[in-house]
Structure formats: C-alpha cells, structure tokens
C-alpha cells in the first residue's frame, strides 16, 4: 500500500477543500475535485505536481487518474511552474477578429518569451488560452482573477508596469 501524502495538506487547505466537500451529497465528495484542484495549486505557487495530485485523490477517495484527466483537460491548471503573475491571452475568435494577434506579438515582444515561457526573473508567465467569455471587450487577457479588456499596446504597457 502507497505512503499517505495527506501530511502535505496544510489544515487550511483541508479546510477550504472539506468547505466545497459539504456542498455535494455525502457520497459525491469527488465532486470537489476542481476545487481542491484549485486550492493545492494556489497553495503550491500556482502549479501542480504529481504527488499533490495523488494527494487531493487520496482526501476525496478517487483514482488518481480521475484527478489527472481533470487536471490535464481544463486550462486553468498548470503541470508546471508559471510566474508570479500568470498572463491568460485569449486568442479565440472575437479576440481574435479584434486584434489578439498583436497583443500577442506586442506581450512577446515586451516580455520576451513565448507562449508556455516565464520571464528571467520568474515574474510573469505568458499562456494562450480558449474564449475566457469577455468577447464584448475583445482582445482581452486575463491575470489572476482580474480581465483586462479592450487592449492596446499602451494598456498592455501599463498593465506589466504596474504588476508587483
């Protein structure tokens, strides 16, 4: 039988983890695995690593591969390390139409990385995401949990100037 690796939950997380078990009939705690999911990585400076996984299966009593499909299909987890400040560029269809390209270009330019790459001094991480639901301010991106619509390179420069 595997070690347990519950030892690497701290008692907040478990909390806020047992906070989204109670929204779920008793025998469904699985179905907050998005959630826990979401709270080990934001513990985790904002990535995922197998043995975290293997530790949220092991609280909601699911196969880990259960937790890795979850983790590997939805965009908004990482299995590798990102910046302090994860920039999220929407490049779908109506940002696309609205000018993505060139805040793409513009954010590579400035930055200079690509998409999946994280600054020399791991301040900011550059990742291409699907429709993130903002099309009427489109091209947009998004940094935690804060849109910024309606970009130009000069908003773009003074969104970076101002991240801490």
């Known amino acids: 039988m595997a070690e347990s690796k519950l030892h690497l939950l ?9 906070t989204w ?10 179905s907050a695995v998005m959630a826990a999911l979401t709270i080990v990585q934001d513990a985790n400076g904002g990535w ?5 996984m293997d530790m949220v299966a092991e609280y909601l009593a699911m196969e880990p591969i259960s937790v890795y499909e979850v983790a590997t299909f939805y965009s ?13 560029v929407c490049t779908n269809i109506s940002c696309m139409l609205c ?9 590579k ?14 301040k900011i991480s550059l990742k291409e ?4 639901g903002a099309c009427g301010g489109a091209p947009m991106l998004q940094i935690g949990d804060q849109y910024y619509e309606n970009l130009t390179p000069e908003k ?9």
């Open 10 to 18: 701290s008692d907040e997380s478990k909390g806020e983890i047992d």
């Open 21 to 30: 078990i109670a929204k779920y009939p008793k025998d469904q705690k699985k």
């Open 48 to 52: 995922l690593t197998q043995e975290l």
């Open 76 to 88: 908004m987890y990482e299995l590798k390390p990102v910046g302090r400040h994860k920039i999220c």
């Open 99 to 107: 000018g993505s390209d060139a805040v793409v270009s513009h954010l």
């Open 109 to 122: 330019d400035k930055l200079g990385i690509g998409f999946g790459g994280i600054t020399t001094d791991g």
């Open 129 to 132: 995401v699907e429709c993130l």
């Open 156 to 164: 773009i420069d003074s969104i970076l100037d101002n991240l801490k």
